[in-house]
C-alpha cells in the first residue's frame, strides 16, 4: 500500500484547509482511513478516521465539530476539511490505512504516508 498526502500549507487563525490522501496498491474498500497528526516535541496523536463504506467516522476531541473526515472510494482517496483553524493545529499531518474489520480506530494502523505540513500562525 502507498499512501500520498497533499494540500497542505501556511494558514491563518481561524481559516481552512482540505487535506487529501491518494491509496494506491490494494483494494481501497477494504481499509479503513485514519489521519493523525504530529507537532515538533509532541508524540504522533489520532485525529479522525473514516470506514470503509464512508458511514462510520471518529474524530478526536479536540476536532470535533471543526474537522470533517470523508472518503472517495470510486478515485482512492481520503480527505480531511478542516475548518476554525488554531495554531495548536500546526503539525505534520499523515494518512494511515488500517485493514482490521470494524468500526474506524484510533490505533493499529498498518500502512503509513509521509505527511503534509500544516502551519496555522496566529
Known amino acids: 500500500v502507498q499512501l500520498q498526502a497533499s494540500g497542505g500549507g501556511l494558514v491563518q487563525a481561524g481559516g481552512s484547509l482540505r487535506l487529501s490522501c491518494q491509496f494506491s496498491?490494494?483494494?481501497?474498500?477494504?481499509?479503513?482511513m485514519g489521519w493523525f497528526r504530529q507537532a515538533p516535541g509532541k508524540e504522533r496523536e489520532f485525529v479522525a478516521a473514516?470506514?470503509?463504506?464512508?458511514?462510520?467516522?471518529n474524530y478526536a476531541d479536540s476536532v470535533k465539530g471543526r474537522f470533517t473526515v470523508s472518503r472517495d472510494n470510486a478515485k482512492n482517496t481520503v480527505s480531511l476539511r478542516m475548518n476554525g483553524l488554531k495554531p495548536e493545529d500546526t503539525a505534520i499531518y499523515f494518512c494511515?490505512?488500517?485493514?482490521?474489520?470494524?468500526?474506524?480506530?484510533?490505533?493499529?494502523?498498518?500502512?503509513w504516508g509521509q505527511g503534509t505540513q500544516v502551519t496555522v500562525s496566529s
Open positions: 494511515a490505512a488500517d485493514g482490521t474489520p470494524g468500526r474506524p480506530r484510533s490505533t493499529g494502523y498498518d500502512y
Open positions: 496498491g490494494r483494494t481501497f474498500g477494504s481499509y479503513n
Open positions: 473514516v470506514g470503509w463504506s464512508g458511514i462510520s467516522t
